[in-house]
């Protein structure tokens, strides 16, 4: 079983929904979480982290489950600057590489 | 100008040929990452090193080897490249920190 697993999608949305994508992993012991974004043909770049209370920053929200391992990436009022792939991030410690999923891809349409 | 820089940026081979690519920062950090991404398989590790003096195998480190030649520079050759290397590589850097920054790939092509 894969460390970190996503449903890679395509989720094709409509400007203006809401959508929902989910992460497992499979590492009790993992302490750090975080949603990568990737443009087409372009270098990760860290959307946001994910802490236990649960976080939110503008039209995103970050969820975790620590009983379920699982982690949860919801964005309102879609746009379409927001279609790209949202890799899941998981990492043990501070002293332990990151171990990505392999993406879900969004696209957002007009 | 960019923190982390990839040299060359895109780049055909052939294989059996010996390459490789180079990967410099100016954030100042210790820690430095070299990942492959291929469609469908996502990013995978290569190497990483903590600092000057360490080098660790990552999850994918057969027909690779890694140079940190200072805390600004990481590279990454392939000895004997073959087709199956054809991919896009990232290298990354860190601080102590979870977060990575990304230099903007090499995309490698092994005819």
């Known amino acids: 079983r894969k460390e970190v697993e996503q449903d890679p999608g395509p989720f094709n949305v409509p400007e203006g929904a809401t959508v929902a994508f989910n992460c497992t992993y499979s590492?009790?012991?993992?302490?750090?979480f975080f949603w990568y974004r990737q443009d087409c043909r372009k270098e990760p770049k860290l959307l946001m982290s994910?802490?236990?209370s649960g976080n939110e920053d503008g039209r995103f929200t970050a969820q975790l489950n620590r009983a379920s391992q699982y982690i949860s990436l919801l964005i309102r009022d879609s746009k379409l600057s927001d279609s790209a792939t949202y890799l899941c991030?998981?990492?043990?410690?501070?002293?332990?590489?990151?171990?990505f999923g392999k993406g879900t891809r969004l696209s957002v349409i007009a | 100008d960019a923190d982390v820089t990839q040299t060359p940026r895109n780049r055909i081979t052939k294989t059996g040929k010996r390459i490789m690519l180079e990967c410099s920062q100016t954030?100042?950090?210790?820690?430095m990452y070299w990942y492959r991404q291929d469609p469908g398989l996502g990013l995978r590790l290569i190497y990483y090193?903590?600092?000057?003096?360490?080098?660790n195998k990552g999850e994918i480190s057969d027909g690779y080897s890694v140079s940190r030649q200072a805390q600004a520079k990481f590279s990454l050759s392939l000895e004997s490249a073959i087709p199956n290397q054809t991919a896009l590589y990232f290298c990354?850097?860190?601080?102590?920190?979870?977060?990575?920054?990304f230099g903007p790939g090499t995309r490698l092509t092994v005819t």
């Open positions: 990354a850097t860190s601080d102590s920190g979870p977060q990575q920054y």
């Open positions: 590492n009790s012991a993992s302490q750090s």
């Open positions: 994910v802490y236990s």
């Open positions: 991030v998981v990492t043990r410690s501070g002293n332990t590489p990151l171990v």
């Open positions: 954030k100042g950090h210790d820690r």
């Open positions: 090193s903590f600092d000057v003096k360490d080098i």
